[in-house]
Structure formats: structure tokens, C-alpha cells
């Protein structure tokens, strides 16, 4: 079950912040993925470093299919969102929340994440609180872990 | 009588549907056919044998061939290996990287189908303009306007031309030899102007010139085969096209043929190349063919022609001038295609009345493709790199369009007047 390997001290933050509040506190606790909570701290929604950084690539890197022929961005590199795009609220770059129960199965949670490419996912109570969070490591080696009890190939 | 209110009716409501945007061109072209024939059959004017005979097949077959030889290049990553090395080789100079983007944009266009090119191009345009910290404006403009501008050039640049082309029987040749001198000179009008409206942004210092260095317009080019089999081909068609009467061949054949070559030649999956082809023009041309169709067989265009064969008396030059600038302001808000359409059995008409026609031919020509510069919807080019902007931080917007576009528009249609009255004799 998830809640045998989820991490039960979750970073998370308000759907009144700001993105530039959201890029803090990624940056100060030094994750990649927030879940979004409304005053009642039930979960709305989601965002993911990918989210966030969509504010800083170029134009052309939608419109073409391969990069192949650059190697250096140039003046990208150096090109920063303006600061009405960061002053905006977090819930205008959040993407609805995908979520497990903490009596979910493992290899069910495994296979949300892979369907939705998450590399984290949110663990919920039955009255939606966010309870906790687990990542595909977590998950990933929890089943793994399992394969200790496969027996050897008889010769 | 019935058939000429009816026909004008069905004809007047499908145009209203196309230009109000109320319901899309090919849907509303196809509905707009249908209904003609089925009320030509019950009021007896219009036959289905009458509205198949309409469909003019060497525009249809000019197009399909064009398109699917596009079809098979597009993949290659041709367009994007073109700008990238034109890119590179501006060294990151705002003017010569406008002159370098607009004439390739223009050359290819005028052989290939200008929206493709764009459409190519313009992603490429948008990141040498990001990696140099420029503006991208004034080249995605620049390179719709400049195409635009060029595809007047050739008898297969614009599907205006195309259409001129089968109905008046110019050849390519004649393009060649009264269209591109015109399209030469009103094309560097245009370049200047648009460096003079743009000088601020083309005056900026471009940094990171470094990153521009490193692009490898080689590794842009995914199928270096495939692309130099279709340049071959190509290239083979334009010269069969030069010998189009000598050889006694419709360019719909030569068009057909290059492309049966490159398909048999490259073996590309057939499917996914045939996705591409844009079946809804095909169409809507047909569709276009069999409505005015029904406008002749019910006898609308010889009454109209009746009412403007009143304009004989009028100079030549003048009726010349008077059709050029009609047709351009009218391109500039709406599809040229369906202007040009409705306006060939006009001329025919007018022809037909004794009037000499071969200068009107020409004046279409020009105001059909130099018009469509006027506004951001006047071509589909214009569309296009104003909907790439968008993802940019630099939209093009109506407003823009306004101030840079449209007195390239003025600038290029007063040109090619004063070289028409100018040379009027060539002409006629």
C-alpha cells in the first residue's frame, strides 16, 4: 500500500501565492513538484518544476520539432519572465491534481504516474486532505523490494 | 430569369458564409455547389454534366502535383536547413539577416507553395531571432509580404496565378517575361520600405553571436537524399514548364508528372504524405469552379458582363488601373481565390463584348497578389506568422499590421500601377 512508503512531511502551498511565491519556496526546500491547497488545505491541484519553467523557454522550442542543429540558446539563456508572469497566482500555471488514496495499491500508483508522467504524486485521506507524497523512487523500489521474496529457477 | 435570381442568390449567401467567417470556406464552397446543382436540376438551369465540365482539372492538377512534391520536401527539413544557413551567414546583421530570410522566403516561394515556405521558415525566424535578443517582428511580416510579393512572379507562385494562367492561357514563359520584371522591382520596393518602417527594431545590436556561429545548419537537414531528389525534380519541372509550348503540354501535367517522378523516386509512405496535402483547398477550389458554374449557366455573367461592357468606352489603361486597384483592395479583406475566381468570367466576358483583354489578365494578376499585403488576414501567409507571434513576446497584431503592412501594400500596388501604365503597350 502507498502509505507503507510515502513521505508523510509534504511541502505544499496556498492557491492565493503567487508564482514567484511558489518558485521561493521550490527553491528554498528544494523540490521539484507542490501540491495546491485552499483554505480548507484540501488539494485543488499540482505544479511541477516543468510548470514554472515553461515561463522561461523560447518560443521556437514549441514551434520546432528537433534542436539538433544549436548548441548554445544564447540570448535565452539570459532572458527572464517579466514580472507581471511571476507576480501572477499559482493557480493560473497549476494542472489539476492527480491523486492516490493512502490505501491504494502500489502498482496502480505506479501506473497513474507513468500514464500522467508524474514523477510525484500526492497522497490523499478519504475527505481529500492531503496526507502525504510519494515519488516514483519511493514506489518504485516498494515493488522492487517484493522481488526479494521470488524464489531461483529450479534447474 | 428565375435561374439568374436563384444562382445569384445561392451564390451571394455561400459568398456571405465564406467572408463572415460564419461557417468555414470549404464547408460553406461545398453546401454552396451542392445546393446550386440541385436547384439548377429542378429550376433547369444548371446540369450535373454542365457542373462537372465547370471543374477546372488544370488547376486542380497544377495544385495537387505541386502540393504533393511539397509533401515529400516538407520532412526533409529542407526549409528549416535554408534558414538556418542564411541565418548563420548574416553573422547576426539585423538588415542583412531581413534581406537574407525575405529572399529565400520569396525564391522558394515562388516555385513552392508560399504557405509551406512560411510556414517552415517562420519557427527558424523566431529562434535566430531569440538566440540574438532581436525582435522577430518586422522579419515574420517581412517574410509573409516578401513571398507574397514574389509568388506574382511565376504562373506557379500563387494559386491567382494558377488560375489566370488556365483560363486566359498565359504561360509560364509570359510570366516569365511580364509578370517578373514588375514583381522585381515592386519586390525591392517593398524590402526598402519595410527596412524605413522597421528601422528602429533593424537598428538594434544583436548579442550573443556566438550561439548563431554554432548552428549547424547540417544537422537541420534530416534527409539530405530525399531533399536533393526533390530539388532535382523541381528543377526539371521548371524547365518543362519553360518548354510547356514547344512541347505542347498543360502545366497540370508537367505539375502531375514531377510529382509521380518524385513519388516513384523517393517511395515515401504514401499515407503520410498524402495527410499532408491540403485536400480542403483542392476543394474548395472545385467546390468555387461549380458555383460560378452555375452564376454562367443561368446566364448572371452575361448580364454582368453586358452591364460592364458599358466600360468600353472608358481607355484601356483605365479600366486597367480601375480593375488592379479593385482587386487589390478587395484581396486585402478577403480570400483572393474566390475574387479571382468570380472575376475571370468577367474578363471572359468583357472579351466577348470586344473589349481587349490581355491587360486585364495582367491587372488581376497584380492586384490579386500585391493586395493581400494590406491587412493581417489578407493572405494566408499573413495569418500564419501573425498566429506564430502570438507564442512570442512580441505578438503581431491588427494594430501593427496597420502601420507596417498596409502602406507596403499602397507602396507596391502604386509601383506596379505606374509600371503598367508605364509599359501599358507590353501588355496588351
Known amino acids: ?155 | 430569369m428565375t435561374g439568374v435570381i436563384l444562382s445569384s442568390l445561392i451564390f451571394l449567401l455561400t459568398l456571405y458564409l465564406i467572408f463572415s467567417e460564419k461557417l468555414n470556406r470549404t464547408i460553406a464552397s461545398i453546401a454552396g455547389a451542392v445546393l446550386m446543382v440541385g436547384v439548377g436540376l429542378i429550376f433547369g438551369f444548371y446540369s450535373e454534366s454542365q457542373a462537372l465540365a465547370t471543374v477546372d482539372f488544370n488547376t486542380i492538377g497544377l495544385l495537387l502535383g505541386m502540393m504533393i512534391i511539397v509533401s515529400i520536401l516538407e520532412p526533409t527539413g529542407f526549409f528549416q536547413y535554408l534558414a538556418v544557413l542564411v541565418g548563420k551567414r548574416s553573422k547576426g546583421n539585423p538588415v542583412l539577416l531581413l534581406v537574407l530570410l525575405g529572399t529565400i522566403t520569396t525564391v522558394v516561394s515562388m516555385f513552392l507553395d508560399n504557405v509551406t515556405t512560411v510556414v517552415l521558415i517562420a519557427p527558424v525566424t523566431i529562434l535566430i531571432c531569440e538566440i540574438v535578443g532581436l525582435n522577430p517582428q518586422p522579419y515574420l511580416m517581412g517574410e509573409a509580404i516578401l513571398s507574397d510579393t514574389g509568388g506574382v512572379a511565376t504562373l506557379i507562385g500563387d494559386p491567382p496565378n494558377i488560375l489566370i494562367g488556365s483560363a486566359s492561357g498565359l504561360s509560364f514563359v509570359d510570366f516569365l517575361t511580364h509578370s517578373l520584371p514588375i514583381v522585381i522591382v515592386v519586390w525591392l520596393v517593398a524590402l526598402l520600405l519595410l527596412r524605413i518602417l522597421f528601422r528602429k527594431d533593424l537598428a538594434k545590436t544583436p548579442t550573443n553571436l556566438d550561439a548563431l556561429a554554432e548552428l549547424n545548419p547540417k544537422n537541420a537537414l534530416n534527409d539530405r537524399k530525399t531533399a536533393i531528389k526533390v530539388i532535382c525534380v523541381v528543377g526539371f519541372a521548371i524547365v518543362a514548364f519553360l518548354l510547356e509550348e514547344v512541347l505542347g503540354i498543360r502545366p497540370a501535367l508537367v505539375a502531375l508528372g514531377a510529382a509521380a517522378i518524385t513519388l516513384v523516386w523517393v517511395r515515401p509512405p504514401i499515407q503520410e504524405t498524402l495527410k499532408r496535402i491540403q485536400w480542403d483547398v483542392l476543394l474548395f477550389f472545385a467546390a468555387l469552379f461549380v458555383l460560378i458554374g452555375g452564376l454562367q449557366a443561368a446566364g448572371v455573367m452575361q448580364d454582368l458582363a453586358g452591364l460592364i461592357a458599358q466600360a468600353k468606352d472608358l481607355p484601356p489603361v483605365l479600366l486597367g488601373l480601375i480593375l488592379l486597384w479593385t482587386v487589390a483592395i478587395l484581396s486585402a479583406f478577403i480570400d483572393n481565390v474566390p475574387v479571382t475566381i468570380a472575376l475571370i468570367p468577367v474578363i471572359q466576358g468583357l472579351g466577348t463584348a470586344g473589349i481587349p483583354v490581355a491587360p486585364l489578365w495582367w491587372a488581376l494578376v497584380f492586384g490579386a497578389g500585391f493586395g493581400g499585403n494590406g491587412t493581417i488576414i489578407g493572405s494566408t501567409a499573413n495569418i500564419v506568422v501573425a498566429s506564430l507571434s502570438e507564442k512570442t513576446h512580441m505578438p503581431i497584431t491588427p494594430k501593427i499590421w496597420n502601420k507596417r503592412g498596409l502602406p507596403v501594400m499602397l507602396a507596391t500596388c502604386f509601383m506596379a500601377s505606374i509600371l503598367y501604365v508605364v509599359f501599358f503597350a507590353f501588355f496588351n
Open chain 1, 1 to 155: 500500500m502507498v502509505r507503507n512508503c510515502m513521505k508523510r512531511n509534504v511541502v505544499s502551498i496556498q492557491s492565493t501565492a503567487t508564482i514567484r511565491e511558489a518558485a521561493d519556496k521550490m527553491v528554498d526546500r528544494h523540490v521539484g513538484f507542490l501540491p495546491v491547497l485552499d483554505h480548507e488545505n484540501k488539494i485543488i491541484g499540482m505544479v511541477g518544476l516543468p510548470d514554472l519553467l515553461t515561463l522561461e523557454l523560447p518560443a521556437f522550442f514549441n514551434l520546432l520539432e528537433d534542436l539538433d542543429f544549436m548548441s548554445d540558446f544564447g540570448a535565452v539563456e539570459t532572458t527572464r519572465p517579466a514580472p507581471a508572469q511571476v507576480d501572477a497566482l499559482i493557480t493560473s500555471l497549476m494542472q489539476p491534481a492527480i491523486t492516490v488514496f493512502e490505501d491504494s495499491g502500489l502498482l496502480y500508483a505506479y501506473g497513474l504516474m507513468l500514464k500522467h508522467n508524474l514523477s510525484d504524486i500526492p497522497v490523499i485521506s478519504e475527505n481529500e486532505h492531503l496526507v502525504g507524497m510519494v515519488s516514483r523512487v519511493d514506489i518504485g523500489t516498494a515493488i522492487l523490494s517484493s522481488w526479494k521474496e521470488i524464489g531461483t529457477t529450479n534447474p
